[in-house]
Protein backbone atom coordinates (compact mmCIF):
# COMPACT_ATOMS: atom_id res chain seq x y z
CA UNK A 1 0.00 0.00 0.00
CA UNK A 2 1.08 3.49 -0.92
CA UNK A 3 0.58 6.99 0.72
CA UNK A 4 -0.76 9.20 -2.27
CA UNK A 5 -1.44 13.31 -2.45
CA UNK A 6 -5.00 14.07 -3.72
CA UNK A 7 -5.70 17.33 -4.87
CA UNK A 8 -9.04 19.10 -5.35
CA UNK A 9 -10.37 22.01 -5.51
CA UNK A 10 -14.36 23.55 -5.87
CA UNK A 11 -15.04 27.53 -5.68
CA UNK A 12 -18.64 28.96 -3.86
CA UNK A 13 -20.57 31.83 -4.96
CA UNK A 14 -20.12 33.86 -1.84
CA UNK A 15 -18.78 33.94 2.04
CA UNK A 16 -21.32 32.83 3.55
CA UNK A 17 -20.68 29.80 5.96
CA UNK A 18 -23.44 27.58 4.58
CA UNK A 19 -21.90 28.00 1.17
CA UNK A 20 -18.37 26.98 2.15
CA UNK A 21 -19.28 23.42 4.34
CA UNK A 22 -21.80 22.57 1.49
CA UNK A 23 -19.36 23.06 -0.95
CA UNK A 24 -16.43 21.30 0.58
CA UNK A 25 -18.77 19.06 1.79
CA UNK A 26 -19.05 17.95 -1.90
CA UNK A 27 -15.74 18.20 -2.65
CA UNK A 28 -14.47 15.57 -0.19
CA UNK A 29 -17.13 13.31 -0.54
CA UNK A 30 -16.04 13.35 -4.05
CA UNK A 31 -12.83 12.96 -3.61
CA UNK A 32 -13.51 9.59 -1.71
CA UNK A 33 -16.30 8.27 -3.76
CA UNK A 34 -13.93 9.03 -7.00
CA UNK A 35 -10.75 7.21 -5.43
CA UNK A 36 -13.18 4.09 -3.95
CA UNK A 37 -11.70 5.48 -0.58
CA UNK A 38 -12.92 4.49 2.77
CA UNK A 39 -12.47 6.86 6.23
CA UNK A 40 -9.75 4.64 7.34
CA UNK A 41 -7.49 5.15 4.28
CA UNK A 42 -7.21 8.90 5.09
CA UNK A 43 -4.40 9.72 6.49
CA UNK A 44 -5.01 13.50 6.86
CA UNK A 45 -5.98 16.29 5.01
CA UNK A 46 -5.04 20.26 4.28
CA UNK A 47 -7.72 22.61 3.43
CA UNK A 48 -6.89 26.02 1.98
CA UNK A 49 -9.38 29.06 1.00
CA UNK A 50 -8.47 32.42 -0.59
CA UNK A 51 -7.98 35.27 1.75
CA UNK A 52 -11.41 36.27 0.75
CA UNK A 53 -13.29 33.36 2.52
CA UNK A 54 -13.52 33.91 5.74
CA UNK A 55 -17.25 32.96 7.30
CA UNK A 56 -16.05 28.98 8.29
CA UNK A 57 -13.47 27.00 8.42
CA UNK A 58 -13.39 24.43 6.07
CA UNK A 59 -12.35 21.50 7.91
CA UNK A 60 -15.91 21.56 9.95
CA UNK A 61 -17.29 20.31 7.07
CA UNK A 62 -14.89 17.43 6.84
CA UNK A 63 -16.37 16.78 10.13
CA UNK A 64 -19.84 16.95 9.27
CA UNK A 65 -19.11 13.75 6.84
CA UNK A 66 -18.17 11.88 9.98
CA UNK A 67 -14.15 12.22 9.68
CA UNK A 68 -13.74 13.12 13.22
CA UNK A 69 -10.70 10.86 13.37
CA UNK A 70 -8.62 12.00 10.55
CA UNK A 71 -5.75 14.96 11.50
CA UNK A 72 -7.57 17.89 9.54
CA UNK A 73 -6.00 21.13 8.77
CA UNK A 74 -6.80 24.95 7.58
CA UNK A 75 -4.84 27.31 6.06
CA UNK A 76 -4.89 30.52 3.60
CA UNK A 77 -4.00 30.69 0.07
CA UNK A 78 -1.30 33.57 -0.33
CA UNK A 79 -3.14 36.72 -1.96
CA UNK A 80 -2.00 36.06 -5.57
CA UNK A 81 -3.62 39.53 -7.08
CA UNK A 82 -4.77 37.79 -10.30
CA UNK A 83 -6.10 34.27 -8.61
CA UNK A 84 -9.37 32.61 -8.77
CA UNK A 85 -10.94 34.25 -6.18
CA UNK A 86 -13.60 32.47 -3.78
CA UNK A 87 -11.61 28.71 -3.65
CA UNK A 88 -11.17 26.30 -1.36
CA UNK A 89 -9.04 23.54 -2.26
CA UNK A 90 -7.90 20.51 -0.26
CA UNK A 91 -4.60 17.96 -0.63
CA UNK A 92 -5.69 14.38 1.12
CA UNK A 93 -3.15 12.06 2.17
CA UNK A 94 -4.58 8.48 1.56
CA UNK A 95 -3.23 5.08 1.73
CA UNK A 96 -4.41 3.59 -1.46
CA UNK A 97 -3.18 0.60 -3.81
CA UNK A 98 -3.90 2.60 -6.92
CA UNK A 99 -0.71 3.70 -8.93
CA UNK A 100 -0.36 7.96 -8.99
CA UNK A 101 -1.45 7.27 -12.64
CA UNK A 102 -4.92 6.28 -11.69
CA UNK A 103 -5.47 8.70 -8.80
CA UNK A 104 -8.65 11.07 -9.71
CA UNK A 105 -8.05 14.82 -8.65
CA UNK A 106 -11.14 16.62 -8.66
CA UNK A 107 -11.56 19.99 -9.45
CA UNK A 108 -15.69 21.14 -9.33
CA UNK A 109 -17.38 24.18 -10.00
CA UNK A 110 -15.61 27.21 -11.17
CA UNK A 111 -12.45 25.62 -10.38
CA UNK A 112 -12.33 23.69 -13.03
CA UNK A 113 -10.76 26.20 -14.60
CA UNK A 114 -7.58 25.92 -12.49
CA UNK A 115 -6.94 22.47 -14.35
CA UNK A 116 -8.66 22.25 -17.33
CA UNK A 117 -5.77 19.58 -17.90
CA UNK A 118 -7.41 17.12 -14.89
CA UNK A 119 -10.68 18.07 -14.21
CA UNK A 120 -13.30 15.78 -14.96
Request: charge should be negative; proline fraction near 5%.
Amino acid sequence: MAVRAIRGATQVDADEREQVLEATRELVQTVIDRNGLASEDLISILFTATPDLVSEFPALAARELGLGDVPLMCATEIAVPHALPRVLRLMAHVATDRPRSEVQHVYLRGAVALRKDIAQ
